[in-house]
């Protein structure tokens, strides 16, 4: 079993690119898949992947396009900017909300068909 408690923020820069590219290989390992399939399928040299997997710089343009590849871009979801209202905010927006219909008058003549 591997160790799952694995501190990013205290890894290196190089340990994190390993991390990242047996992450690739496992992946790819996994679906069956060799470095040339995967190379051609996301537009790089297949010595770009192979150093890639190998904890070599990549650009991350291509490791986008790799993990497009192997269908693994889910952790972009931790990139996404969520707006956060704070409460003073949400207070105006409440007092600003309407509450009730306005009252109309009936005999106004935008209000009535023109049949």
């Avoid at 205290?10 to 679906?31: H, K, M, P, W, Y």
């Avoid at 990139?79 to 219909?101: G, M, N, Y």
Wanted: glycine share 6%.
């Amino acid at each position: 079993m591997e160790n799952t408690n694995i501190k990013w923020t205290e890894s290196s820069d190089n340990a994190l690119l390993e991390a990242i590219g047996r992450f690739i290989q496992e992946t790819r390992v996994q679906q069956n898949k060799n470095q040339q399939q995967v190379a051609d399928a996301a537009g790089i040299n297949r010595s770009t992947l192979s150093q890639i997997e190998n904890g070599g710089g990549g650009t991350m343009l291509s490791m986008l396009q790799i993990l497009r590849v192997l269908d693994q871009l889910q952790f972009l979801d931790y990139f996404q900017v969520q707006t956060k209202v704070s409460p003073i905010q949400l207070a105006k927006l409440e007092q600003k909300k309407r509450s009730r219909a306005s009252k109309t008058n009936p005999t106004d003549s935008t209000l009535l068909p023109d049949w």
